[in-house]
């Protein structure tokens, strides 16, 4: 027993003497994002990197296709990257994609950017001061204070991203020249000019020419293995699915108008729990949403006020006046809502007329509902009570001139000029007080 434990010991040995002594290659992460850069994409990037680093990943691999994105969340992804102890390396695919704006910034902060045939990259002004610099101002004063506001964002993106390049050794002339002159470049012409350090077909072929490759990671160097590395697609977890739907500013926009009508639904009809409880769950998401993305708070307090002046017109008098001002301030609210051009973090105008016209309708049938209980006739009250026929259920034994009857589901007192008896049928003609007067108004009704 002892000689065979020998026999596989020295086995083991030799396998490690034959592979240099060297660990097995570590897996490879692949990484997806196919859209505009924002929260649920920050996180998305963030939390695998962590993830990547526990599990003992080599490398991962960013596939990218976006069109730009928020400021914010791009700089949260390059802090991740530039802190991330496993390598990430950037990867334009398929054929067709681009990095453009953020995505041209995300590039150039990775370990490695490498690009597809037929991709492009660049156009990395920012997009918040409202077009290009030089743009011609309608109004001097104005202009002049737009483009000091330009020039500052511009300034501050181009130093940005030429930190970015001197950091991992790229071109940071024309990283410059993206930002000031919103240029763009193809792979190929972008290989020639060290804006990016590999083009490969497709991933696997990326694969075998970063194999061997030393990348300084974290102020250490580190060489990669990927020729013969195990490939591990992490996709997005629900907890990003969820975010990246509800940090849509269209999405958040109708979890607002939900919310609000839920919880007036639920004030309407007390007790019902599925207004109130839908509501709530709507208007905490949309509020959540809202604080991750960049809106205006003037835009904010238009939508709050228009669905408030849409809701008491349900409660005021004013024949839609108060209804169709909030209308109005909801527009104007949610076309000012999100405080930036980033491509995909607009509200499409249809939506915005779509729920326009639905709160439109729903004023209209509350103001008519309105109008057509104004033409009902009195069934309650002193105006209900005068005119109506009861029935006498008691008649005082010591006066039969008075009794009590049942009116409106109450007991009341009632006097007569003739007689009363049990079961009449008697009309009422004016009231004092708690005590009514009547008048025969059919025959006794005969009992057993």
């Known amino acids: 027993m002892i000689a065979r434990c020998w026999r596989w010991l020295l086995v083991l040995l030799l396998l490690g003497i034959m592979s240099g002594g060297q660990a097995a290659p570590g897996a490879v992460w692949v990484l997806d994002i196919d859209e505009a850069i924002g929260p649920a994409s920050a996180d998305y990037l963030v939390r695998s990197l962590d993830q990547a680093q526990a599990q003992g990943a080599q490398l991962v691999v960013l596939r990218m296709d976006t069109p730009g994105g928020l400021d914010g969340a791009m700089r949260q992804m390059i802090k991740a990257i530039l802190a991330s102890p496993v390598p990430v390396a950037t990867y334009v695919a398929p054929s067709g994609a681009r990095a453009a704006s953020a995505g041209t910034y995300i590039l ?37 204070n737009d483009e000091t506001l330009a020039h500052k964002q511009v300034n501050d993106a181009a130093a940005y991203i030429r930190g970015l390049a001197q950091l991992r050794g790229r071109n940071a002339d024309w990283a410059e020249k993206a930002v000031r002159e919103a240029v763009s470049l193809p792979a190929s012409e972008a290989l020639r000019l060290n804006v990016i350090d590999q083009i ?13 490759k030393t990348l300084e990671v974290a102020g250490q160097p580190r060489q990669l293995q990927t020729a013969g590395a195990s490939l591990v697609e992490h996709l997005p977890d629900w907890r990003t699915r969820l975010l990246a739907v509800i940090t849509n500013p269209s999405v958040a926009l109708i979890l607002i108008m939900i919310g609000v009508y839920g919880l007036l639904f639920e004030f309407m009809i007390p007790g019902s729990t599925v207004g109130g409880v839908v509501g709530g769950i709507c208007l905490l998401l949309a509020l959540y949403a809202l604080q991750l993305l960049p809106v205006s708070f003037a835009g904010v307090a238009l939508i709050l006020l228009g669905i408030a002046f849409m809701i008491a017109e349900a409660f005021l008098p004013s024949f839609g006046v108060v209804g169709f001002g909030g209308i109005v301030a909801f527009v104007f609210g949610a076309l000012i809502l999100i405080d930036t051009d980033a491509p995909g973090f607009g509200i499409p105008l249809v939506l915005i007329g779509t729920l326009a016209v639905l709160s439109a309708l729903l004023i209209g049938g509350v103001l008519a509902m309105a109008l057509k209980a104004r ?24 006066d039969p ?15 007569c000029p003739t007689p009363l008896q049990a079961g009449q049928r008697v009309r009422v003609t004016a009231r004092h007080g708690v005590m009514l007067d009547v008048s025969a108004a059919a025959p006794a009704t005969q009992g057993d």
């Open 401 to 415: 001139l008075r009794g009590v009857v049942l009116a409106q589901g109450e007991q009341w007192q009632v006097q």
């Open 200 to 212: 490969a077909d497709d991933l696997p072929t990326l694969l075998r020419k970063l194999d061997g």
């Open 375 to 398: 033409q009902r006739a009195l069934v309650s009250g002193d105006a209900g009570l005068v005119g109506s026929l009861v029935t006498v259920t008691q008649v005082m034994a010591a």
């Open 108 to 144: 150039y902060a990775s370990h490695v950017a490498a690009m597809a045939p037929g991709t492009n990259l660049g156009a990395a002004t920012p997009v918040q001061i409202g077009g290009l610099p030089g743009a011609p101002k309608d109004d001097k004063a104005k202009g002049s």
